[in-house]
DNA sequence: CTAATATTCAAGCTATCGCTTGAATGATGT
DNA sequence: ACATCATTCAAGCGATAGCTTGAATATTAG
């Protein structure tokens, strides 16, 4: 009675899938991504009830994607690897590439300013040694406090109006947020570009910086 | 009352994953990898109904995941690119690396037999430059005939312990089947190696192998 | 040991999924 | 136009997913 090895294996596979095929937990990914955290820190930020991002979490884990570990009262979720970011970039980058309505949401973020090419971390890494770039972080002050690019500037988008009078137009800036999925630095972008400023959006997010090996200050 | 840009993107890429979620898709998926073909030799192949095989089709086509276009009567699905093979193959690499099920059942597939390192598809080349190396290609003869690796043998699974008594036990023998979704190439293995035979299993399939741009004779 | 806190479990509800069946649509050849 | 073949659509069914609510289970503090 028991079921063929193949079957056993694709429905193995197909459960690491289904594990990012509701938003909820991709919302929940990019969180941990940004760093590890409990099951309520992670409720705030999402704005699921503890109990459902409990289950999110449970889900997550069963599909391999993520690990906890227990410290005092808390259960700290991380990611289990850099493989889970891998897949949740490549994902996306499928769904750029073929999905129209994709193209549609992305180009609305521009907002009819020109949305110029990302720029490559080597070539952020680059233009820093240089230190002829200003970094944007433009996620919320606690997670900038968890980690950030060192020198960046951390501008809430609200306050990013204020800000922009006092940016040096000849400078060119660097906005970046969350990852892949964040869309906080696009409208950044795309705020500053229509105030003349020479901006340019990150490729990735702190999650890929850090990925990458290179220096993240707290 | 639009949604959010990012809730609307996160639905996108969770469409995506969704459709990599049934097991029925991911053998579909494996077939379509094999070469291009029509609704009904996909149904026949994985043993769904036509109506089913058709929605699962539409499913993976609104992901982005194939492409179908029009010929005469039939119409024809083809894998959209590249990027459909390497979500498939990371997601497994996540499960395997994570899931200990998936070790279990892959240890199962050995069969008690040790099981080697597969032969990178680079060293493959490098053999057959070489002539030395004996390549069985255990897919059905269908497929087999579809395309497959210069040189390679064509061997039913079922045939393989009449075959195995005409096999040098000096030279080198891979196996290959569809892809890495495919267990038939392991269980080859197993047979062989069982009879003091020296084989090992090719990475991947002949999918990939076409994806590296090699020689494929029809 | 008891109280307080963080997380998980369990039950219930609605919406969706995967599959089946039978009818409708599209393209081709006579 | 008609018949034929391949595919898609539409309706229906049982199973499951995602969310909520309220209770149960750790773990630490007093």
Redesign the interface.
């Known amino acids: 009675m028991s079921i063929s090895?193949?079957?056993?294996?694709?429905?193995?596979?197909?459960?690491?899938?289904?594990?990012?095929?509701?938003?909820a937990r991709?919302?929940l990914l990019e969180q941990i991504a940004q760093g590890e955290r409990g099951v309520e820190a992670l409720a705030d930020k999402t704005g699921l009830t503890i109990a459902n991002t409990s289950q999110h979490l449970q889900a997550l884990r069963r599909?391999?994607?993520v690990t906890s570990r227990r410290a005092g009262k808390s259960v700290i979720y991380r990611l289990?690897?850099a493989?889970?970011l891998?897949?949740?970039d490549?994902?996306?980058?499928?769904?750029e590439?073929?999905?129209a309505?994709?193209e549609r949401?992305?180009r609305?973020?521009s907002d009819g300013a020109d949305a110029p090419e990302p720029v490559s971390r080597e070539e952020l890494a680059l233009r820093m040694a240089e230190g002829s770039v200003t970094i944007l972080d433009v996620r919320p002050a606690d997670e900038f406090a968890m980690g950030h690019i060192p020198g960046a500037r951390n501008v809430a988008l609200a306050d990013l109006e204020g800000i922009a009078a006092t940016l040096d137009p000849g400078t060119e800036i660097v906005a970046y947020c969350r990852g892949p999925?964040?869309?906080y630095a696009h409208q950044a972008i795309t705020a500053l570009r229509k105030r003349g400023l020479n901006a340019r959006r990150l490729e990735g997010g702190l999650p890929e910086w850090r990925e990458d090996g290179r220096l993240v200050t707290a």
């Not at 090895?5 to 509701?22: D, F, G, I």
Request: glycine share 4%; charged share 15%; aromatic share 4%.
């Open positions: 090895p193949k079957a056993a294996l694709l429905e193995e596979y197909a459960l690491v899938a289904r594990a990012l095929s509701a938003p991709l919302t599909a391999g994607l289990s690897d493989r889970t891998a897949l949740m490549l994902i996306r980058v499928v769904a590439r073929n999905l309505q994709v949401i992305l609305g973020l999925y964040c869309v």
